[in-house]
């Protein structure tokens, strides 16, 4: 049913009429978000890729556990009559906090009801199919905001660690806004090129930043899976992952280039020719995983887009906002790295007049707020959720700009 009061409305009998007519799959506008804008409305989201999504936790708060999993320690063989050796609880750190609140803002698009209602007014039937796709794409368009923040937050959380909030990639919001999930991880975890050496293993990496031609962009990378390895001793597989710049500026790398090339060729082709032997990323990643036995390199080239103040024509632009940080390798386990932690949107506020609606199960709540003085209508939506790594004592990061000292 519609909200009280709104009967006469023409927005309303024209949007009721576009629902109905829409084969029928809605009777109210509750029903439309409820299952238009469900979980299964956006499968390709980034953020899904990347994160399970937790029970909602009513009371705000997101909860980071830190140091849940290790290597079991090995049993001892004793005698009959001994008692076993006592095993130590290496225990876990909890980080919680209050989530914050994503939102968004819609002025309703009335053309389409305009026309719908001229042919009420002179007896005529309106194009219920076109006022439906016209709502349907403002209303998709408005909760598809808030999965790109999700999905923006997400990879800035994987490669940074931490959830950060300036002035171009959250213009109009929050400025300074920062959530440090690496705050409990070891600073031995975050290392500069030829930073990742270590006395358990053979170390091959060069304290040259990977732009300079006496860097060893795969030496780096050995490192860092020994240390993940041998010294961080990770009991997951792992999986490298960086930007598409990062990526290639290890494809690239005059030492990439020339050890891929001489395996590829198996070391029999001339120096000569070895310059005009075109290898392609797939020989690199080949190579790397099959021939190094590297964890596998995925490659993120994912950005969002903000609107921003151009200060020269002082006009709002649109800017894309590269997620996943530049010049920062992570190996981390493979798999979803975490998880969306959430809680519903309240309806608190809201009215018969000014009702509250919940999408994507939940986690979206829209509010529609009608302003009769000024005979305007918005639709916001709004989402309380956060995404909290798991086990981020287990990523490594290697800053591939800067040379360790």
Not at 117 to 124: A, C, D, K, S, T
Request: hydrophobic share 35%; charged share 20%.
């Amino acid at each position: 049913m519609l909200p009280s009061l709104t009967y006469q409305s023409d927005f309303y009998r024209l949007i009721s009429g576009a629902l109905l007519n829409s084969n029928g799959r809605y009777e109210s506008l509750e029903v439309y978000f409820r299952d238009e804008l469900s979980e299964n409305a956006f499968p390709t989201t980034k953020w899904s890729e990347l994160l399970e999504v937790a029970d909602e936790n009513p009371s705000g708060e997101y909860m980071q556990v830190i140091g849940t999993n290790s290597y079991p320690v090995m049993a001892n063989y004793v005698s009959d009559d001994s008692e076993g050796q006592l095993m130590s609880n290496a225990g876990f750190s909890l980080n919680k906090d209050t989530m914050p609140i994503m939102r968004r803002m819609l002025n309703f698009n009335e053309k389409s009801v305009r026309d719908g209602q001229y042919l009420m007014e002179r007896g005529g039937m309106p194009d219920y199919q076109r006022i439906f796709n016209s709502f349907n794409k403002d209303a998709s368009d408005l909760i598809a905001t808030l999965h790109m923040l999700r999905s923006f937050s997400t990879l800035q959380v994987e490669s940074t660690g931490k959830l950060l909030t300036d002035s171009e990639n959250n213009a109009g919001g929050i400025q300074g806004l920062e959530i440090d999930f690496s705050r409990y991880a070891p600073t031995e975890n975050r290392k500069k090129c030829g930073g990742f050496a270590n006395k358990a293993y053979p170390s091959l990496g060069t304290k040259f930043p990977w732009t300079d031609e006496k860097a060893y962009p795969i030496g780096d990378l050995r490192d860092m899976y020994n240390y993940y390895r041998k010294v961080a001793l990770v009991p997951f597989r792992g999986v490298f992952r960086m930007n598409a710049d990062t990526f290639g500026l290890l494809v690239n790398h005059p030492s990439t280039m020339m050890e891929v090339k001489v395996w590829k060729t198996g070391a029999l082709a001339s120096a000569e020719n070895l310059v005009n032997y075109v290898i392609t990323n797939e020989d690199i990643n080949e190579y790397l995983s099959t021939r190094l036995g590297l964890p596998v390199i995925s490659v993120e080239d994912w950005y969002g887009i903000t609107s921003v103040l151009d200060p020269a024509t002082q006009k709002i632009v649109k800017s894309p906002q590269v997620a996943f940080a530049d010049g920062v390798v992570v190996l981390r386990p493979e798999g979803k790295f975490g998880e969306l932690q959430w809680t519903r949107p309240s309806s608190l506020f809201a009215t018969p007049i000014n009702p509250m609606y919940y999408a994507d199960g939940g986690k979206i709540g829209v509010r529609q707020i009608i302003d009769s003085k000024v005979r305007s209508m918005q639709f916001i939506a709004e989402s309380r959720g956060i995404p909290v790594p798991r086990n981020i004592d287990y990523f490594l990061y290697l800053d591939i700009t800067k040379a360790a000292n």
